[in-house]
Every structure is written in structure tokens, then in C-alpha cells.
């Protein structure tokens, strides 16, 4: 697949000639999870996110009627995502290319930081990312680890799983701790069964990959958390991307981390 | 003046016994800002403080109706804080020293990190503590800096200052980088009037220290920040905390780096 820089790819989301998970796209740029919902649930949204650094970092709030990201120039978060879900009542009623067609001027935008962005350091380290290689998207699973509630919000942790050759977990793991806006180090190394995944062939969201022999599956808490809570909280209305397919910004993939010092 | 462990200090604070500035007490642990208010401007305080961390690193908010931190066995918010200030419509009405007098059940409270928090790291690095050796509350000065406003909050950065001396700075800045949560690295070295701070002797809270020889003056960003914001925003009621007078927790002062991991 040809390898869009941020901007383009957010113009042909836009233009409807994007509609693919973003693994692998825009390297080196900090990709982000998009939930938007009404302005009565932003507090308790905000703080289940702030709640929950790990599965849900915070990169930026849009407030009500605000869709230009200020990570992305002449950015649009209603069009520039190259998939969208509705959820209507807790409901996923159905996947759009834009949410022009369903956005409420009272719906607020939060975006939350993706492990895709720490991708293109472990490709540099020479370490292979598997869903890249097979060109598929991520595979994720829903776990048996709760999230801290925050009003209305609750539910478990969604994790994405990349195999690792077992003599490079350490260094991944240390990699990854550096971009803490990208979910950071892994929450579980090894063993599925621990997390309640009973076979990783078994996705909830994404597309499986192979494991090869010597090497182990990491997992990393995953922005696809808040989509089951939507579930729970039986939000009126809610649009989120559709699962691997990110908000891609023009911020380098380390940025947050400097702003964070 | 006695070192007093958290859980006393609190027990003190609530029981009318101890009403001073908290720098030096509780060696160690974890010293938070306390900004109470009603549950209306509690999304757009929240997301004040989420795009503001350095002034304002959040460390724990209490829903309305909570009084007990989760960071503080047994306490109470409302009592064990050694002085309060009360707010109306935006005007520091007044301090107290229980503030169950004014609270109401619609008052959400946030805690913040305080700086006070490195200090015991800073001592214990043989790096003297100049407001602790004159037994006088930290000097805080309102800068010409802007935060990033959210809503109806903005206003201008306050910091807080220790003079260091010139061959200590970066030391000094290496060794509160390690406490985010308590503001991390100073945001200003050495020259006040670029802040806006005409006169060192002149603070804006707190109580001024001597800077010798050799000394450096060094900025941090304030938890009394918000202090200032609930002025412009002119909210109807918020209770905080006296600048100086910190509510003190059990945790460990770099606990909340090892969570946001």
C-alpha cells in the first residue's frame, strides 16, 4: 500500500478515496482515537478519560461547534477520519465515511492518543510490526481488567496485541514507555489467558495476525476503550472512528511528550 | 517548627490545631491545591486544568457529594485542609477553617499538584529550601504569562520561587523533572522581569525570602493559578484552599508518576 504524509491522507479521507486502517500511514506523526458526544455527557466523558490515562490519553477537547484540530491545519474532524461509527443509545448503528450527514452542533470531540503513532519507532529499531506486515489492521480484544468509572462511563479495557520476538520485549517495552500519549508501555506481556482472551485468533475488533514460534504477544491498552462505555452508558448519540481507522495529525509522534515536561 | 506525618497533619488541620503553611510537613508525600466548585463549570474547570498541566497537574477529582480522597485515608476535603478560601461570584469573600460552614452538595472538588511535593527530594539532595529555612510561606507572583483558557476559565500563570544557587539550576531542574505531578521542571530561570515580576520583594501571595549572592531565582508553575481564573470567570461559589495551606495526602510524592507509566 502507498504511504500517505498526514495531510494528504486526511484530504482523500475527506474525498472519500481513503477508507483503510491507518497502521503504517503518515509515519512518524501522533495518530488519534475520535469520540464525539453531547455536551450533557462531556464531563463525565472527560473525566473517565482522565481517569484512565493508560487505555485513553488525552491529546485534545473540541469543544461544541469546534472541528478544526490544532494539531492538524485546515483539518475537519467530521470528514478527515477515514471511517466513522455511529452509536445511537449504547447501539453501533452502522459505519459512515462522513459524519457530516449525523454531527449535532452540540456534540463535543475528544481525541486520544493511538499506538500506531509508536509504530514507525519500532520499524526504525528494527523491530517488525506484524498487522503491518500482512497488511491487515490491528488485532484487538476486549479484556476482563475494568476501567475506573466516571458517572455514567465504565466497562472493560480494550488492548491491541502486536507479537514480538521474545528476546526483543524488553527493548519494545522500554521503546514504547516513550510515548505515553501512545498508550506507553505494555499493560501485559505473554500470557492472553490472564487478560481473558481465550484464543487470539478470536478478535473483538480489527483482523487477527499469526504468532510465530519464539514469539510472545504484547498488549497495549487500546483507544478503542471508550466504545464499549458508549455501550454502558447508552449515550444518545455518539461517533467514533471505526476501530484502526485513526485521526491522523501533522504533531510528530514525540510532541505530547515535550508539552507534558 | 514540629514535623507533623499526613495523617496527623489532616487530623490537626480538621481539628482547629494547626492552620499554617504546610511546606516541610509530611516529608515525602504527595501535598495537592484544592479548588471546590459548583457541578455546572465542572466540565469546562476540568478542561482548564487537562490543557494546562503544568500550573494545574491534576491528581484527583471528587464528584459531588465525595469528601474522601482516595490518595487520604479517612479524610475529608472539607475540614482537614488548614485554611480555606471562599469565593463568591469571582471575590475572595473571606478565609475559614471549616469549610462545611459554605459547602454545598453541588461542589465538585479537584486536586492539584503542588511543588511542595519536591522539596523533601530537594533537601535530601543537600539542595537548601530557602522558605523552609526562614519558616515562611512559599513567595507566589502572578506572571504576564496566558494559560490556554477553556470556557469561561483563563487568566495568567502564577509561579512560585526558590532561589538556587547558579551551580545547583540544572541539577535542580533535573530533580523536579521527575515530579510532574508537582509541577516538574521550572517553566523560568533567572530573570523575573521576563515573567512580568517587577520586584521579588513584592509577591502576589505568600511571603517574600531573600535571594543571596550567588542565587538564582527559579519559577514554577502555581496550583494557585486557578485561584485567578475563578476571578475572571466570576463563578458563583468556590472554595480553595489558602495558597501555602496545601491539603496533604498518604502517597508517596512520586506516586503519581509510577501510575501514569
Redesign the interface.
Known amino acids: 500500500m502507498e504511504t500517505l504524509d498526514a495531510a494528504t491522507l486526511r484530504q482523500q479521507a475527506r474525498a472519500g478515496r481513503f477508507a483503510a486502517p491507518t497502521a503504517g500511514q503518515a509515519p512518524g506523526k501522533l495518530q488519534a482515537n475520535l469520540v464525539a458526544l453531547p ?1 450533557r455527557n ?2 463525565d466523558f ?2 473517565y478519560v ?2 484512565n ?1 493508560k487505555p485513553m490519553p ?1 491529546i485534545e ?1 473540541l ?1 461544541a461547534g469546534r472541528y478544526e484540530s490544532r494539531h492538524a491545519r485546515g483539518s475537519d474532524v467530521r470528514t478527515d477520519v477515514p471511517r466513522y461509527r455511529v452509536f445511537r443509545h449504547g447501539q453501533c448503528a452502522g459505519e459512515i465515511a462522513d459524519a457530516r450527514e449525523v454531527w449535532r452542533p452540540d456534540l463535543v470531540t475528544f481525541l486520544i492518543g493511538c499506538s500506531f503513532t509508536f509504530e514507525t519507532a519500532m520499524l526504525r529499531a528494527g523491530i517488525p510490526v506484524r498487522h503491518i506486515e500482512q497488511g491487515r489492521n490491528v488485532p484487538m480484544y476486549r479484556t476482563n481488567r475494568a476501567t475506573t468509572p ?2 455514567i462511563f465504565g466497562g472493560p479495557m480494550v488492548v491491541s496485541m502486536r507479537p514480538v520476538a521474545a528476546g526483543l520485549v524488553a527493548r519494545v517495552a522500554a521503546l514504547t ?1 516513550r510515548y ?1 500519549l501512545a498508550h ?2 505494555p499493560i501485559h506481556v505473554g500470557a492472553p489467558k490472564a487478560l481473558g482472551i481465550e484464543e487470539l485468533a478470536r478478535v473483538d475488533f480489527g483482523e487477527a495476525v499469526s504468532v510465530e514460534q519464539g514469539e510472545v504477544p504484547v498488549f497495549w491498552a487500546c483507544g478503542v476503550t471508550p466504545q464499549l462505555a458508549l455501550e454502558t452508558a447508552r449515550v444518545e448519540l455518539a461517533i467514533t472512528h471505526a476501530p484502526g481507522h485513526m485521526f491522523v495529525t501533522d504533531a510528530g509522534d514525540e510532541t505530547a511528550n515535550l ?3
Do not use: K, Q, S
Request: charged share 20%; glycine share 10%; aromatic share 4%.
Open positions: 455536551e462531556a464531563f472527560l473525566l482522565t481517569r490515562p488525552l477537547v469543544e466516571a458517572g514507555a505515553p506507553g508501555v508539552e507534558a515536561l
